[in-house]
């Protein structure tokens, strides 16, 4: 699966941003995908996923509430629209798909996007 990440870039403290991630790959609409970032200095951390179907959604708890992960029909779009963006939300965003159809973690990951830079300031 070949993944492409777009919608970053810089927004001010309480605003919004969203992202997209198009996969292309013969079984990409019938895997989990999801959102990790990765902040200067630190690991790479599970933000975000959902299941093949648009189902069985999940957040890390640092963003509930304000980030929403969706798909589109086909299953090869991936969206994360975040909202109320705080200064600890600036990282590289990547995209990923899993191996299983439903559920998605850093252990899971088989394919990663490149990476898309979201910058939030005061």
């Known amino acids: 699966v070949q993944l492409q990440a777009s919608g970053g870039g810089l927004v001010q403290a309480g605003g919004s941003l969203g992202l997209s991630c198009v996969a292309s790959?013969?079984?990409?609409?019938?895997?989990?995908m999801g959102w990790f970032r990765q902040a200067p200095g630190k690991e790479r951390e599970f933000v975000a996923g959902i299941g093949w179907n648009g189902g069985h959604t999940s957040y890390a708890d640092s963003v509930k509430g304000r980030f929403t992960i969706s798909r589109a029909y086909a299953g090869n779009t991936v969206y994360l629209q975040m909202n109320s963006l705080k200064l600890e939300d600036t990282a590289v965003y990547y995209c990923?798909?899993?191996?299983?159809?439903?559920?998605?973690?850093?252990?899971?990951?088989?394919?990663w996007g490149p990476g898309t830079l979201v910058t939030v300031s005061s």
């Open positions: 990923a798909a899993g191996r299983s159809a439903v559920g998605i973690s850093r252990s899971t990951v088989t394919s």
């Open positions: 790959g013969r079984t990409a609409s019938n895997n989990a």
